[in-house]
């Protein structure tokens, strides 16, 4: 009905006159931003889309269910497949209730002004970010041989990538205590708990999805780690499940590393078809690790 | 012994002039002999008046500090039975860090230090063999912000009774701490609901309902309205008037027209402003029947503060 009024008077004398320089350096800034988001997305997206080409038409079912071949056409991935499960699960066994124990000592126990605390902490934050080609080396120096003497088997390997992703549970695992407020833990004393109740039944509890993400999170890092078992000394050609903690072992990525350094093109064209499917177990793994965070995430 | 009234004896008279005092690291000099003297049931002072039979606390000369600086000094004071007490006074005068006395909460920080005396029904209250697990099962505590454990509503009062030990059905437990906190008929259809659902003052009638589940003989309240709006804060006074049939009382509010509203009692505290933040110290500087700490205040400080001059 009614229409806006006439401006009596022009806009630029009431607001004054923007300097035209302003409009064109926000435009090329957003468009600088934008060109350097996309060489990440673009290297990315070519490494998928090359891996593909070559890989899928490899994937079949009898690929995924037979052991490695000297023939390219009847070799298959089922005892890598198997041997990183075997694997994961220790890794899995290992690191939750270490993970959690320290993690629960140093941020509810811990006296911080005790110099040895300190010097744990600062060598757990350290130790997150040692390559983990110098585990591999620990693994063989002491879980396959000398005082432990494992040998290159599924409990060598498993425990040697628990080393690896260890000190990222235990910070991960101590972020998400932290993120419990002291109120509930105030609540909880405040009730006639014990510290121990308190931790137990209240805090724990309470933060469980986050220390759960950073064990998923730390499992799709251990599946995709190499170096650390090749040093371990697992081997590339394993023709049969493992049957145990003590059975030889061999695992995704050293499968596609193995292929890939074959001449042979057609073993090439199996490692990226190999890709493919530790990319597909990554992405669920994350995915599950997503899910748990948004479902479960608490908003204090 | 405690609360005799008989016993007149001015020499263990705890009033001591504030100036007087000597290092707050140290224990107040209570004679040996006299450590366990009855102490006088009479008002003490003019402005100190705490003629209380049978308190549920007496405070002689507490004292806290964090570090080096004392936080406050020299409360002494009596809390009475079935009452409400309020401590008033402006924000960083002590008020809260001398209630967390009562109930032992000072000992979750590592550098809080308490000094003096505090009595529950005559037991000292930081004596050696006294476990402060214990202390906080007959004493009960409600926060500033509602802390509801994010579980549902029925593990929330469950979880003070189940760590108890508490025989009996938990059903029952349940539903009782529920209706004396009034919040009965507002979740019965949603038990198992998570508390973080509910509305910030049903949750700090859960946080009363969660402390009364254990049967405590006091309730601690901590400035326990002051995230809440007024019709909330109505329903919590309420409740409060109600409970002291059963339970003694204590509030710290820094809203004046609560206390009046609500307090049997009340108990005005100041901070003496110091050369820095360090040296802000609380002191306790009236105490009396609610009614005349209002309307005929003794200390000019605390008629200014009641009367909105300050604070």
Known sequence: MTTRAESSRPVSEVLGVPPAAHKVRDRSFVLLLGALTSVALIVLAVLLIDTAIDGVPQLSLSFLTSFPSAFPAKAGIESAITGTLWLMGVVTFVIVPLGVASALYLEEFADNSRWWNRIIEVNIQNLAAVPSIVYGILGLAYIVRGPLSLGRTVLAGGLTLALVVLPVVIITGREALRAVPPSIKEGALALGATRWQAIWRQILPASIPGIATGVILSISRAIGETAPLILVGAATFVAFNPTGLDSPFTALPLQIFSWISQPNDQFRMLAAAAIIVLLVLLVLLNAVAIRLRNRYQQRW | ?311
């Open chain 2, 1 to 311: 012994m405690v609360g005799d009234v008989s016993d007149l004896d001015p020499a263990s008279d705890p009033r001591e002039e504030p100036a007087s005092r000597g290092v707050p690291g140290q224990v107040p000099a209570v004679p040996a002999g006299q450590a366990h003297a009855p102490i006088p049931a009479v008002a003490h002072d003019d402005v100190i008046d705490d003629a209380i039979e049978n308190p549920v606390f007496i405070a002689e000369k507490l004292s806290v500090s964090y570090g080096i600086s004392p936080a406050v000094l020299d409360v002494s004071l009596r809390v009475p039975e079935k009452q409400i007490t309020a401590f008033i006074g402006p924000s960083g005068c002590g008020k809260s860090t001398i209630i967390r006395c009562f109930n032992r909460m000072n000992d979750l920080i590592p550098a809080a230090r308490v000094d003096g005396i505090v009595r529950y029904h005559g037991l000292d209250l930081y004596g050696g063999e006294i476990d402060s697990v214990q202390v906080r099962k007959r004493i009960g505590m409600v926060f500033q912000k509602p802390n509801p454990f994010p579980k549902s509503i029925y593990d929330n009062i469950a979880f003070g009774p189940k760590v108890l030990g508490m025989k009996g059905s938990m059903d029952q437990i349940v539903e009782q701490a529920l209706r004396r906190a009034s919040l009965w008929d507002d979740v019965k259809d949603r038990l198992k609901d998570n508390a973080f659902g509910m509305s910030g003052g049903q949750q700090q009638r859960l946080c009363i309902a969660r402390a009364l589940a254990t049967n405590p003989d006091v309730l601690l309240m901590d400035e326990p309205c002051s995230a809440l709006d007024p019709i909330s804060t109505g329903r919590i006074e309420d409740l409060m008037h109600e409970l002291k049939e059963t339970v003694s009382i204590v509030i710290v509010t820094h809203n004046m027209q609560q206390a009046a509203r609500v307090s049997d009692r009340t108990a005005f505290f100041i901070v003496d402003m110091g050369s820095s933040e360090e040296a802000r110290i609380g002191r306790l500087v009236e105490y009396g029947p609610t009614d005349r700490i209002f309307t005929n205040p003794h200390d000019i400080r605390t008629e200014e503060y009641v009367s909105g001059k300050f604070g």
